[in-house]
């Protein structure tokens, strides 16, 4: 304001009009900005509002009546909070449309993995080869149903989870690796299982004759992968 706004007998007409020529109320005619703002003013009614200057200062406007009649107001400058508020309303919009996104996309792999985890259980399950994958602590993670026909597995040794050690204590008790110790056949079996060597042989069953070809392939991760 202007000095002469800012002393005693000034109008709070001419402050209007002053606001008003100055585009603080915005773009419109601006006798019809001061006459709104007239009539408001003479009911003398509480009020608060704020108001974005043209230069994107936030002012609050609180007034109060007096009981004998006349208003008191403050005008308080809000711009820093009120823009501390709207960046934090912006960072959590952000956040929030981040954590959309990022929960779309693992939504989208999760169903990628799915679909791929069942379109290689439905490979595994339909092939004329049985299948095991071993992992690096020598457990079972993959098995197909050929696998437990060809090699006469009991189900529960066809499951994740089962030790190469159990396995072969069952292959050991019921002479699949010939005679001798079982115990020490096991821990023959398991220390060469330890080294994950890639290999291919042929073995004879010992109840109905049946050859087997076995071939192991080790994984990139420590595992092995092999075929009967």
Known sequence: FPDALCGPGATMQDALYHNATMGEYGPGDVDEQVRQRMDLSRQFLPHRFERVRPDGTIIEVLGNPLPGGGMVTTYTDVTIPRQREQALRELSAGLERRVQERTAELLHREQELAHKAALLES???????GISFINADLEIE???????????LPAELCQPGVSFEKLARFNAQ?????????????QSRVEMAKKFVPHRFERTR????????????????GGMVSTY
């Open 206 to 221: 010992p109840n109905d004759g049946r050859t087997l070809e076995i071939m192991g392939i080790p994984t990139a991760d």
């Open 174 to 186: 019921r002479g699949e690796y010939g005679s001798g110790d079982v115990e020490s056949i096991v």
């Open 142 to 152: 993959v098995c197909n149903q050929k696998f437990g026909e060809l090699l006469q």
């Open 123 to 129: 490979v595994i399950s339909n092939v004329n080869q």
